[in-house]
């Protein structure tokens, strides 16, 4: 895909939701990696159901809390012993490690129980400003549909994405092409005629 067509995909997205962001509800830097920690095979929406109950937090009100606590309040979420267990470690490492506060960079955030690349990416771009490139399945899909981004998996699709997107956009691409990916353009079939780049769209066989 050539650099004109790339730029205008990013520009429509722009016209059409100026400003996206993560469909994950939270107040706080903190909230949002406990929302994306436990977002891990689950849809936002169930997430958002059992943080209203769990938040506000913070991370001495979950250690506080404990394991069995944690759980109790997230277990309408899919694998939420792992989750609990994970985010009372990271809280706990949170206080020891970082004064309570969310870590600013990959290697600390990734060194938290259950949070990895794509996590952190998430926390650095959306809660802290940086240009990063949440690769999740919807994005590694659309990505390699369009020709915006192909590769053989998230990490070569990321890097594309961040050595190709232009600068001004990089900030709220992932929300984009995760939005995109989730109501448009979807795994079984693609909605193409509610496509709004349809016409820049690199993938053949376009439904109907």
């Known amino acids: ?3 004109a067509k ?3 995909i990013f520009e429509r997205f722009r016209a059409a939701n100026p400003n996206p962001t993560t469909e994950l509800l939270y107040d706080t830097p903190f909230e949002l990696l406990v929302a994306v920690v436990l977002s891990a095979q689950a849809t936002d929406k169930s997430v958002n159901l059992a943080t209203r109950k769990l938040f506000p937090a913070t991370p001495q009100k979950l250690v ?6 944690i759980e109790d309040t997230i277990k309408s979420i899919g694998l939420f012993r792992t989750k609990a267990r994970n985010v009372f ?31 952190a990416n998430v926390v650095l771009n959306t809660a802290f400003g940086q240009p990063t490139m949440a690769v999740d399945t919807h994005i590694f899909r659309v990505a390699n549909r369009t020709g915006l981004a192909p590769g053989k998996d998230v990490l070569a699709v990321e890097e594309k994405l961040v050595k190709f997107t232009p600068p001004e956009f990089l900030q709220n691409a992932h929300h984009w ?11 079984r079939k693609p909605d193409c005629p509610r496509c709004l780049i349809r016409d820049l769209c690199e993938f053949r066989p376009k439904t109907k």
């Not at 506080?64 to 606590?69: F, H, N, P, R, S």
């Not at 092409?177 to 795994?187: D, E, F, T």
């Open 177 to 187: 092409l995760i939005l995109h990916g989730r109501y448009v353009c979807l795994a």
């Open 6 to 8: 790339r730029r205008a």
């Open 89 to 119: 470690g990271l809280a706990t490492m949170i206080i020891e490690k970082h004064c309570g506060a969310v870590p600013q960079n990959r290697e600390a955030l990734e060194a938290l129980p259950g949070v990895g690349r794509k996590t």
């Open 1 to 3: 895909m050539n650099p």
């Open 64 to 69: 506080k809390l404990g394991v069995a606590g």
